[in-house]
């Protein structure tokens, strides 16, 4: 749960004033014009005011706003909106309100941006590899079709659709010629479905009684086309899923065969930091200094036991700290590198403040770099493969 107090004090006064008399939450000028602290607590005093379980659901209105008000949700507020006004309003919280109170169709296809984008990289997500520049049938034959489709293989009689246009990054990051022409800029579509799963028994209340019920909880799933590179990937809770809605379309939005095969997983290879090794960049990428800031090990005869090595920000590098707690040869002979941690230093374009990207490679085929940006792409596509810790 967001701090109230922080939420008022970098919100706008219109803004906020706004917000909160959607929910009959009327200040005075007095208690406007008061210290974050007093507002806070004068707001929280008008909960009384209200039903039993109003705070409840207000501060679970102020959890989704606060998810779209900074990093990864001010991202997927620009791929929606790569041009709209509301990013000219300063800091990411002013703008998730105005979303939330002016576009609220907006503000949830913002939200199935960042669900979709959350879990790219995971054991939810496959990509796979179809024909580029194919036309996406969005007429109204061509989605009920779909939807029936869905309807029987989920066994559900309720399915929704959310079908929009989206970018792939942001300018967060410094752009190269060597990633441009292939990521930067891309348009998307995306397809958000919501169906219904398996009934369930649950204890609701009706009347103020307790009654047994059984309902369908909501899943939500996405699938994106991207025509620049034919690339579709699907987000689902499994593979078996992720196959059937990737089939789906491919047949009904895409009219091409069904018969898709996933992507193979891209690998990752930690032996080259058995030894300190130089994290080379070009200087118009923005990179002031890239540090390992932990190890995972393995001893070489047994599987059953793992070690964890970390370094803070002003401790040794990783290779001293091995040398000196487990022996000269404990990388290089005596123990495997399970997983790594990076520390990305840099300075976004038109920016003096750094920023800090934290990426995390598991040996063999699992990093956290979900590429939302133009940066992140940077990192997974130019520089891990140049560093020799991934395939290209």
Not at 187 to 202: A, F, M, S
Request: charge should be negative; aromatic fraction near 8%; charged fraction near 30%.
């Amino acid at each position: 749960m967001p701090s109230i107090a922080n939420f008022v004090r970098n919100l706008q006064k219109p803004i906020l004033k706004a917000f909160l008399l959607r929910y009959g939450l009327e200040l005075s000028q007095d208690e406007l014009a008061a210290e974050p602290k007093q507002m806070a607590e004068a707001i929280v005093a008008r909960y009384a005011e209200h039903p039993p379980g109003f705070r409840s659901r207000f501060e679970y209105e102020l959890d989704k706003i606060c998810a779209l008000a900074k990093g990864a949700g001010q991202v997927a507020v620009e791929q929606v909106f790569p041009h709209s006004e509301t990013l000219d309003l300063p800091i990411g919280l002013n703008r998730a309100v105005w979303l939330y109170l002016h576009d609220p169709e907006g503000f949830r296809h913002a939200e199935e941006v960042l669900y979709n984008d959350e879990r790219r990289g995971t054991k939810k997500w496959t990509p796979y590899k179809i024909e580029p520049s194919l036309v996406v049938r969005q007429d109204e034959d061509a989605l009920e079709r779909f939807r029936q489709r869905l309807m029987k293989e989920c066994d559900t009689s309720n399915v929704h659709l959310d079908i929009f246009e989206r970018g792939l990054g942001s300018d967060d990051g410094s752009e190269t010629d060597e990633v441009e022409d292939q990521h930067a800029g891309s348009r998307v579509l995306q397809v958000t479905i919501y169906r219904e799963g398996k009934p369930t028994d649950d204890l609701t209340f009706e009347d103020s009684k307790l009654k047994a019920s059984v309902r369908r909880q909501v899943i939500e799933a996405s699938v994106t086309y991207e025509p620049a590179t034919g690339t579709i990937e699907c987000v689902a809770g499994n593979r078996d899923v992720r196959e059937q809605i990737v089939a789906n379309v491919a047949v009904e939005l895409l009219g091409c065969a069904s018969d898709l095969q996933p992507v193979e997983q891209r690998a990752y290879d930690l032996t080259v930091l058995r030894q300190p090794i130089e994290f080379e960049s070009e200087p118009l990428d923005g990179i002031d200094s890239v540090r390992v800031t932990k190890m995972v090990l393995s001893p070489i005869e047994t599987r059953a036991e793992r070690i964890t090595l970390e370094s803070r920000r002003k401790g040794p590098d990783m290779w001293a700290m091995a040398t000196q707690r487990l022996g000269d040869d404990a990388l290089t002979s005596n123990y495997t590198i399970d997983q790594a941690e990076l520390s990305i230093r840099y300075r976004p374009r038109n920016s003096n403040k750094p920023r800090i990207l934290r990426v995390s490679i598991t040996h063999p085929s699992s990093s956290n770099v979900k590429e939302h940006t133009d940066f992140d792409y940077m990192i997974s596509r130019k520089y891990l493969p140049r560093w020799g810790l991934a395939s290209p």
